[in-house]
């Protein structure tokens, strides 16, 4: 059985002052036992989080990483041994904001994982089409090649130590949610995929849903059978209704 993994994308939002009242507002949720948790904040804020979320049963990660795992020259990057350092346990790679804003293509994302993994991080790859994709019939194409690079790169067996989140770009902060069924589709090709190399790592490979999840449709999503647990942003922002994600994943 995998265990419910809820995480919470916070994106490029925050300040000290509304990053503590989150957080205190966190600490205030009743959280299921049985489902892993974490919230992501902008790097600046990790330190803060961490300590807020002491003894919390809210694990944090961050929101990228540089590619090279070794300390060294590369201005303005954060290393994933850095990150590991300040107690970060996971680090999101490949999210569609980072591919189609800043401009990471898989080779870049393929790196990124690696060295997340260096560093001791939990890499969480992100996967998902754009609307245009979907609407040409690529969805599983764009996703499940986003996925082979870095099972070509690194071998099936990385999975044992990282997480997918499928997030549908047209979903991403637009309300509009993939159906469950929709969802669930692209979770079992995602699972098949992994299964094609090493069944044992398809069973255990979390794979969580992205894509304007909130308290309303969570349950709905994490009743699907290769639904895992959800990549949450805009509703994570909430703690009363990120608290409510977290229970329906516990249900
Ligand atoms: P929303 O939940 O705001 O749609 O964002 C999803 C996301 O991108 C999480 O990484």
């Given amino acids: 059985m ?16 509304s990053v503590a009242e989150l957080t205190q507002g966190l600490v205030r949720q009743v959280l299921p036992e049985s489902v892993d948790i974490a919230v992501f904040p902008s790097f600046i804020h990790v330190d803060l989080v961490r300590s807020a979320l002491a003894g919390a049963r809210v694990s944090v990660g961050a929101q990228d990483c ?90 099936v067996s990385v999975f044992n130590n990282a997480v997918i989140a499928y997030e549908p770009v047209w979903a991403i902060g637009s309300g509009l949610t993939a159906t469950p069924e929709e969802a669930q589709e692209v979770h079992a090709a995602i699972r098949r995929c992994l299964a094609n190399e090493d069944a044992a790592v398809a069973e255990i490979t979390r794979l969580l849903y992205g894509g304007s999840v909130k308290a309303e449709n969570a349950a709905e999503l994490f009743a699907m059978a290769d639904i895992d647990g959800g990549l949450v942003g805009g509703a994570s922002l909430k703690a009363d209704e990120f608290g409510a994600i977290c229970r329906a994943a516990g249900n």
Avoid at 95 to 119: C, M, P, Y
């Fill in 2 to 17: 995998r265990r419910p993994l809820v995480a919470g994308n916070w994106k490029m939002n925050g300040t000290r002052s």
């Fill in 66 to 155: 540089a590619q090279e795992s070794e300390a060294g020259a590369l201005t303005g990057e954060v290393s994933s041994g850095q990150l590991y350092e300040l107690g970060c346990e996971w680090v999101l790679v490949g999210h569609s904001e980072r591919r189609l804003i800043v401009g990471e293509d898989d080779g870049v994302v393929s790196r990124k994982f690696a060295a997340a993994l260096a560093g001791g991080l939990k890499p969480v790859l992100c996967l998902g089409e754009t609307l245009e994709q979907r609407r040409s019939g690529k969805t599983l194409d764009v996703v499940l090649g986003q996925l082979c690079r870095v099972i070509e790169d690194h071998g």
